[in-house]
């Protein structure tokens, strides 16, 4: 099992940005593909990026295409993705959760795929 931590969230003001970051931890070998999704109140669970471990495929939601980045370390020693959000929106107001899949899928914005959670940090970005 992985285990998953995030941290970076807050209150920003529109147009500002915001980087998360998301720690794993545990049976961090078998790592494929680690991602961020979003849920604003009433609202489904949304995809927002992923990045495969192994070789750094990126893929992003239609939403925040152009505007955020995600990347892992560089050294892959610390099993940490983050997310850098520019441009911030107030519709980008959300909780935001790291997740990881720890088998190969073809799947990366779908959350039925992903087998490891993190609790979420909640970002809030006013006009």
């Known amino acids: 099992q992985v285990q998953l931590e995030e941290s970076g969230g807050g209150l920003v003001q529109a147009g500002d940005s915001l980087t998360l970051s998301c720690a794993a931890s545990g049976r961090t070998s078998n790592l494929f593909r680690m991602g961020w999704f979003r849920q604003a109140p009433g609202n489904q669970r949304e995809f927002v990026a992923a990045v495969m471990w192994s070789v750094g495929s990126i893929s992003y939601g239609d939403s925040v295409k152009g505007r955020f980045i995600i990347s892992r370390d560089p050294t892959q020693n610390t099993n940490t993705v983050y997310l850098r959000m520019n441009y911030l929106e107030p519709s980008d107001t959300a909780v935001y959760y790291c997740?990881?899949?720890?088998?190969?899928?073809?799947?990366?914005?779908?959350?039925?795929?992903?087998?490891?959670w993190g609790r979420g940090t909640q970002v809030t970005v006013s006009s």
């Open positions: 997740a990881a899949q720890t088998s190969p899928s073809q799947f990366s914005q779908r959350e039925e795929f992903y087998d490891s």
